[in-house]
Each structure stands twice: as C-alpha cells, then as structure tokens.
C-alpha cells in the first residue's frame, strides 16, 4: 500500500529526529578531563618563574577569592593535582603505576618553600606522568599533554619575552595536531572551537594586527584566553554557553545559504533522481487540475508511487534521513565557528564583536 499523504510529514520528522540523534556526540570523558587538569597544573607547579603569573592563577582569582598569594597558588595547584591523580589511578594503575614516589616528593618541596626543588620535582613527576598515562590510554597521555602545553603557551616565560617569540607555529603546531587527535573524546564543538581559537591567536600575532598588540594586556588576556581553553576542553564549561541569541541567528543564516548551495550541488550531481521528482510534480499538478475527486487525486498520486517502488512514507522517510544526515554535520560545523569567534578574547577582524565583556574580565583578573 502507498499510504496516506500524511505519512509523508510524520515520516519526515521521524527520520530527522533519529539521524540528529544518531550524530550527537557524548559529553568529554571523566579520565581524559582529569589527564588535562594534571597536565595543566604540574606545568604550573614546573614553571621557572611565579605560579601566581601563570593562566591556572586565573581561576583561583575567578574563585571569589580574590588576586591568590604566591603561597596560596602552590597550594592551589597541589590540590588539583593531587585531585586527578586520585581520579586517574585506577584506570591508569591496570597498566602501570603512577609515580606516587615523585608526587610526595614534589608535596614536600611546596612545603619547603624551595622554588629550584619544587620546579625539579614537578619535572621529574612530568616524565613519568606522561609515560604513564600514554601506556595505559593515548588519549590520556594526548589530554595530559595538551593540558601542559595549554599553560606553557598562554603563559609568558619572561617579562622581556613577546608575543612574536611566544606564539610561534612550531609551538603551536604540536598543540593543535594533539587537539584534533582527541577530538571525538572532547565534547561536542569544544576541539575544534579551540583549535581554530588558537589558530586566530596565531594568525594576529603573526600578521601584527593591531587586535594582538604586545603590551600587557593582551598577556593579561591571554592568560584568561588559557583558562577558557582549558575549562571547554575539560568539559566544565559547554561550549554552545558561551554563544548569544545573535551567535545562532548568524550560525543559522550561514547553514541557510550553505544548504542552498549544497542543494544545487546535489541537483547537478543527480539529474536523474532530480528529473523524477519534477516529473511527480507534473502529474500531481495535472491530477489537481484535471481531476475534481480528491480521492481520485490520492489514489493516483499512490499509483504513481507505487509504481516507481515508493510509498508516501518511504519518500518521507528517505527525504528525512537524508536532510537530517546533511543537516546535522552542517549546522555543527557553523556552531564550531560560531564557538570559535565568541571563545576568542581578540578583538575580530571584522563582522561583530561578541566578546568584549570577556576582554575586561580578563584584564581584571591579572589586575
């Protein structure tokens, strides 16, 4: 049997729902956060100069707590340290211990107050943390690696240092090939959201554009630019949070002429389903206007579709899945880079500038 016409519909949105659902990604992975956060904060602790001066002492500033001491920042860091370590153990433990040994000897070296120590024993700790987590799952020792490098990067190693010297594409390179490693263990739109966030950075810098002076502000808000990096990938922040209303209105506007283009496409590429689906067009029309039975008109248009193979719902059904399968990676990707503009603290080079508020935030946490 054809069926109803109004299969068609019903048929339709079933098949959407089902491909967009089909396609949904699942939230960051418990283990690959806790890898990052131990990559983030170890680097902190192994960094030469102050951890008060690196972008992990911009969320202990954003705790309510106010500018955190020196002191408070060792502790700080220890304690998210010592925190995914916990988490890690025993997935990480099935394969090869954690090095328990170098993490109580970087515990006392804090507790010393010996900065050489402290600095050399979250080196030594570094080591084996990464050759631990990369023998029991390479998307732990990848997160944890890209929790590091995320820190070294948006932390200035000098006061002389400048942007130029810092944001190199030999740095940035290795940062960005790991992110995308990981991508489909990261939640949905965080990886490529802060892969081509980083590439922004990069591109500003190199090209000398007014948007990414060297001064200390912008170090300021790249230190903040880290920690939201950083809070995406790990999950505890959702990406899609951080668009407005006008983010999606411009995402939509975008997909809209994307379809119509790919729409074109498919028509040039597939004359022949194209041509058939005009000629049911035709005889639909000329049974209207030829035929004053609606259920004349019913019965033919079935008869026609039986004919062909194809009943009303089976159209519906192909149509749905199809648009629903197109739809979906389309209307992601026009997120990711709608992600990307609102996670980026730069200024744009053109079109509208949504994150101005994030700019003075983050020029007051470094005050």
């Known amino acids: 049997m054809a069926g109803q016409p109004s299969d068609l519909g019903s048929a339709f949105a079933d098949a959407v729902v089902a491909a967009v659902r089909e396609q949904e990604r699942t939230s960051a992975d418990t283990q690959v956060a806790a890898a990052l956060a131990l990559g983030?904060?170890?680097?902190?602790?192994?960094?030469?100069?102050k951890v008060s001066e690196t972008p992990a002492a911009v969320r202990g500033a954003a705790t309510g707590l106010g500018a955190l001491t020196e002191g408070q920042m060792l502790a700080f860091c220890e304690s998210h340290v010592t925190v995914a370590f916990g988490k890690l153990r025993e997935v990480v433990e099935k394969a090869t211990p954690l090095p328990e040994d170098e993490l109580k000897e970087l515990s006392d070296c804090i507790e010393s107050a010996r900065d050489d120590a402290r600095r050399e024993a979250a080196v030594a700790a570094d080591a084996k943390v990464l050759s631990a987590l990369s023998a029991a799952d390479f998307r732990l020792g990848k997160a944890y690696g890209i929790g590091a490098a995320l820190l070294n990067l948006t932390t200035r190693p000098s006061p002389g240092a400048t942007l130029a010297s810092h944001l190199t594409s030999e740095r940035?390179?290795?940062v960005i090939a790991a992110i995308d490693d990981l991508g489909s263990a990261l939640p949905a739109h965080a990886g490529?959201?802060?892969?081509d966030s980083v590439r922004e950075w990069?591109?500003?810098?190199?090209?000398?554009?007014p948007v990414a002076p060297d001064a200390p502000e912008t170090w300021l808000q790249l230190a903040r630019q880290g920690e939201l990096w950083r809070a995406v990938l790990a999950g505890e922040k959702a990406a899609p949070d951080l668009l407005e209303i006008d983010d999606y209105v411009d995402a939509a506007d975008r997909l809209s002429h994307r379809m119509r283009?790919?729409?074109?496409a498919l028509a040039k590429r597939f004359p022949e389903v194209c041509a058939a689906i005009l000629l049911l067009l035709v005889l639909g029309a000329l049974l209207i206007a030829f035929t004053d039975s609606e259920a004349a008109i019913v019965a033919g248009a079935g008869t026609i579709l039986a004919a062909l193979g194809l009943t009303w719902r089976g159209v519906g059904r192909s149509l749905g899945g199809l648009a629903g399968k197109l739809e979906q990676p389309l209307w992601g990707a026009e997120i990711d880079i709608a992600v990307t503009q609102a996670i980026t603290l730069l200024r744009r080079e053109e079109g509208r500038d949504v994150t101005e508020e994030r700019r003075k935030v983050a020029t007051d946490l470094g005050g």
């Open 40 to 49: 983030w904060y170890l680097a902190a602790l192994a960094h030469p100069g």
């Open 172 to 174: 940035i390179a290795p």
């Open 192 to 195: 490529h959201g802060v892969r």
């Open 202 to 209: 990069q591109k500003s810098v190199e090209q000398r554009s």
């Open 261 to 264: 283009s790919t729409a074109i």
